[in-house]
């Protein structure tokens, strides 16, 4: 995206993403221009000098747990995808023990800490699309509900069923967040979105999602030069 920089990374371990391959990454995005006003690194660290720099974009690597507070106020649109799966494969070892709600907790704690921190670095006018499950999506909505206008979940169609059984797994969830600022988009588009994924010869990042579904988000949500 013209006029984009990319900051990645990984949720779980807070391993700079890119360094080598991982399962969970975040991606902030603001303006060259923003980046210039703050100088040569938005935490002011040799750590998070710039690792890739044209006319059009600068990119960093650097944990977003630390570059997200930096940003307060500045990015216009987030696209993330943090580790989301459900922490239950203890279940199998409990024996007649049955499972609870409780069990989620740690997932709870972790979505509160995130949607905050997301909240907090993008514009008045801002929006956010996370990427999550069936499952997750729950837990996600309630820790977000008091804080952001709205919520909603869209239906990513991956177009070729894969895992499980019975029901085979073919859709991702992404919710969808807006601050109370966050500008009505005229569009006559459905929340059924419809991209192939990526085959699983052809990716660079053991989750990695379709461009095109990347830039159908971006797209939406911001304007040029943002």
């Given at each position: 995206?013209?006029?984009q920089?990319?900051?990645?990374g990984d949720e779980?371990?807070?391993i700079?993403w890119?360094r080598?391959r991982?399962t969970d990454?975040?991606?902030?995005m603001?303006?060259?221009q923003?980046?210039e ?6 935490l002011?660290?040799?750590s998070c000098?710039p690792?890739f720099r ?9 944990d977003?747990?630390?570059?997200l ?8 649109c987030?696209?993330t995808d943090p580790?989301?799966?459900l922490?239950?494969?203890?279940y ?7 499972k609870?709600?409780?069990d989620l907790?740690i997932?709870e704690?972790y ?5 905050r ?6 514009t ?10 069936g499952q997750?999506?729950p ?9 952001w206008?709205?919520?909603?979940p869209?239906?990513?169609d991956k177009?070729t069923?894969?895992?499980?059984y019975?029901w085979r797994?073919q859709?991702?969830?992404i919710a969808y967040?807006e ?7 005229p ?5 059924v979105i ?6 699983v010869a052809?990716r660079e990042?053991l989750?990695?999602?379709p ?7 971006i ?8």
């Amino acid at each position: 995206i013209e006029g984009q920089a990319t900051f990645s990374g990984d949720e779980r371990r807070g391993i700079p993403w890119g360094r080598q391959r991982q399962t969970d990454n975040t991606k902030i995005m603001i303006t060259t221009q923003q980046l210039e006003q703050q100088g040569e690194s938005p935490l002011g660290s040799p750590s998070c000098s710039p690792f890739f720099r044209d006319d059009a974009v600068t990119l960093y690597h650097g944990d977003c747990r630390e570059i997200l507070p930096s940003l307060k106020g500045q990015v216009d649109c987030v696209v993330t995808d943090p580790p989301y799966f459900l922490p239950a494969a203890h279940y199998s070892v409990r024996g007649e023990t049955s499972k609870s709600i409780g069990d989620l907790s740690i997932l709870e704690y972790y979505f509160r800490g995130l949607l905050r921190e997301i909240f907090d670095c993008l514009t008045p006018e801002g929006v956010a699309y996370v990427f999550c499950d069936g499952q997750s999506y729950p837990i996600f909505h309630r820790v977000g509900y008091s804080q952001w206008k709205r919520i909603r979940p869209l239906i990513w169609d991956k177009g070729t069923s894969v895992n499980g059984y019975a029901w085979r797994h073919q859709h991702e969830l992404i919710a969808y967040c807006e601050k109370d600022g966050s500008p009505k988009v005229p569009t006559g588009d459905g929340d059924v979105i419809r991209e192939n994924a990526v085959k699983v010869a052809d990716r660079e990042h053991l989750a990695e999602k379709p461009s095109k579904l990347i830039m159908r988000l971006i797209q939406k949500s911001t304007k040029e030069g943002q």
